[in-house]
């Protein structure tokens, strides 16, 4: 019934920028927090930031400072601006929206990840 679909993500020299995307579709009718995590082989999925539905924004201590989250409501989007990229940003990044209430459905709220786009940071 929800999908999620990342994009943005490839390969970029230390230093650059990146802006991954994510947008959800499906019979949303109410989405609440989204998100962004990511997991680098060998290591704990961890947290990069999270986004209420009234934009306020949290940041994992490692991207403080260099990654900037956002959403667009009515496009039902969640973006995430990745600057002063660094070697140790390689990794997976997955986007996560929690969708409270969905159009014609009682169904309660629900989590839903995206598939996850490969970001590399090369030295």
């Known amino acids: 019934q929800v999908q999620l679909v990342e994009s943005g993500g490839g390969l970029q020299p230390a230093g650059e920028s990146l802006r991954l995307s994510c947008a959800a579709s499906g019979r949303i009718s109410s989405l609440g927090t989204m998100a962004w995590y990511r997991q680098a082989p060998g290591k704990k999925r961890e947290l990069v930031a999270t986004i209420s539905s009234g934009g306020s924004a949290n940041y994992g201590d490692d991207v403080k400072g260099r990654f900037t989250i956002s959403r667009d409501n009515a496009k039902k989007t969640v973006n995430l601006q990745m600057n002063s990229l660094k070697p140790e940003d390689t990794a997976i990044y997955y986007c996560?929206?929690?969708?409270?209430?969905?159009?014609?459905?009682?169904?309660?709220?629900?989590?839903?990840w995206g598939q996850g786009t490969q970001v590399t940071v090369s030295s």
């Open positions: 996560y929206a929690r969708i409270t209430a969905y159009q014609d459905m009682r169904v309660g709220p629900s989590d839903y």
